[in-house]
Structure formats: structure tokens, C-alpha cells
């Protein structure tokens, strides 16, 4: 069997939920976690069409990120984590995880 090469970490979302107003609580919630957005962009045309895909760092030279990828048509948002990252990313995103939901409560 072939060993996964990621995680995934799924956050709740509202059906009604917008590009709009995701935008703004994944801002919130990196500024929260002490984090930077690096990109943002799509994931996987064929699969999460119109996806919003973000890339999260600590420090712009170290190594190692947090991805993040919300899908309005799938009502799905989710954070993957590579199991080769370093470990600060292990660490710190379950903590985005739950800031991420914290912003979303205030929604």
C-alpha cells in the first residue's frame, strides 16, 4: 500500500459561505496564528474548479509551508500538510486550524 504523502485538515464551512467573506477570515486568522500569506491562487483545475488556494509561512527564508484550499462548489475548505515539512508547520497548523475556526464563529 502506498504510504499517503500529506494530511488533511478539514474546517467546517456554511453552504452560503463567499470567496468574499473567506478571504477575509483566512487573513484574520494568519495575522492570529503569527503567519503570512505567501500566495494565493487555485488548486487543481480539474478537480476544484474556482477553488481559492493559499500558501502560509512564519519567515519569508525558512523552510516549510501550510497550505490551505477552500472549494465553494464542494462546501469543502481544508488545510494539507506534507509529512516532509518541518516541524513547525505540525505544529502550527492545527493552531491555524482552530483560529481559522474561531473567525468563522464570529461569521
Known sequence: MKEKKSYDLEI????DMTKK???????????ATGLYISHIGGYSRK???????WHF???????????ATFWKEGT???????NN?????H?????????????LAEL
Do not use: C
Not at 467546517?12 to 453552504?15: K, R
Not at 515539512?85 to 508547520?89: G, H, I, K, L, R
Not at 502550527?92 to 482552530?98: C, D, E, F, I
Open 12 to 15: 467546517s464551512i456554511e453552504d
Open 21 to 31: 467573506k473567506m478571504l477575509r477570515v483566512v487573513e484574520r486568522a494568519a495575522i
Open 47 to 53: 478537480k476544484y474548479p474556482n477553488s481559492v488556494h
Open 57 to 67: 509561512k512564519r519567515h519569508k527564508k525558512e523552510p516549510g509551508l501550510i497550505d
Open 76 to 82: 469543502k475548505f481544508w488545510l494539507i500538510v506534507r
Open 85 to 89: 515539512e518541518p516541524q513547525w508547520v
Open 91 to 103: 505544529d502550527t497548523a492545527p493552531l491555524l486550524r482552530k483560529a481559522l475556526k474561531n473567525e
